[in-house]
């Protein structure tokens, strides 16, 4: 099958743009171009060859205008709204919530445990003292308590449906200032 192209007859093509648009791409202090008010004949001898126009010569750039002399401002800038972290207690309740659930696995934990902490976890996850039927277990209500500096001692109350289970863990700021788990306990099942 052979396409064949063709254009709408007879809408004639303006020339030059409407003098309300602007040409974005020329520099401000350019003069537009015009035409040359010469008649467009070629010259006797050379047919065919159209006629050379002047070129006017090329503008020096203009200097800008200098700004009055005022002490600099700082620059201006939206205000940062600092974002809210999350508290270590809040995020380790959840991860060892997912864990305890049997919703993750206890590698998950690895990297956030340290001491004899993995061990417990890896033996409480063998039973999922959390697992629920039916609803996803969520954290009710945290609490903690600062026995040291650099040291809390968490409580988590977990909902699933009607029921209200425990769960406390202890967390330690490490010399690379990353809380780790150390502790897991839950309440009886």
Same mark, same amino acid.
């Given at each position: 099958?052979?396409?064949?192209?063709?254009?709408?007859?007879?809408?004639?093509?303006? *020339?030059?743009?409407?003098?309300?648009?602007?040409? +974005?791409? *020329?520099?401000?202090? =350019?003069?537009?171009?015009?035409?040359?008010?010469?008649?467009?004949? +070629?010259? =006797?001898?050379?047919?065919? +060859?159209?006629?050379?126009?002047?070129?006017?010569?090329?503008?020096?750039?203009?200097?800008?205008?200098?700004?009055?002399?005022?002490?600099?401002?700082?620059?201006? +800038?939206?205000?940062?709204?600092?974002? *809210? &972290?999350?508290?270590?207690?809040?995020?380790?309740?959840?991860? $060892?919530?997912?864990?305890?659930?049997? &919703?993750?696995?206890?590698?998950?934990?690895?990297?956030?445990?340290?001491?004899?902490?993995?061990?417990?976890?890896?033996? $409480?996850?063998?039973?999922?003292?959390? @697992?629920?039927?039916?609803?996803?277990?969520?954290?009710?209500?945290?609490?903690?308590?600062?026995?040291?500096?650099?040291? $809390?001692?968490? /409580?988590?109350?977990?909902?699933?449906?009607? @029921?209200? @289970? =425990?769960?406390? /863990?202890?967390?330690?700021?490490?010399?690379?200032?990353?809380?780790?788990?150390?502790?897991?306990?839950?309440?009886?099942?």
């Amino acid at each position: 099958m052979n396409k064949v192209m063709s254009r709408t007859a007879a809408r004639p093509r303006p *020339r030059h743009r409407p003098p309300t648009r602007r040409d +974005t791409r *020329r520099p401000g202090g =350019a003069p537009p171009r015009t035409p040359s008010r010469r008649a467009a004949t +070629t010259p =006797a001898g050379k047919p065919g +060859t159209p006629p050379e126009t002047p070129r006017p010569a090329p503008e020096a750039p203009r200097p800008l205008p200098e700004a009055p002399r005022t002490a600099p401002e700082a620059p201006r +800038t939206a205000p940062v709204t600092a974002v *809210r &972290q999350p508290r270590p207690t809040d995020v380790f309740a959840d991860r $060892l919530l997912a864990v305890l659930s049997g &919703q993750r696995p206890v590698h998950w934990m690895l990297r956030h445990t340290a001491g004899r902490a993995y061990d417990e976890l890896a033996r $409480l996850a063998e039973h999922s003292p959390l @697992r629920t039927r039916g609803t996803r277990p969520v954290v009710h209500d945290i609490g903690y308590y600062v026995p040291s500096e650099g040291t $809390l001692e968490v /409580f988590a109350r977990i909902a699933a449906g009607d @029921r209200l @289970r =425990a769960m406390a /863990f202890r967390l330690e700021l490490g010399k690379d200032l990353r809380w780790r788990c150390t502790a897991v306990e839950t309440g009886p099942k």
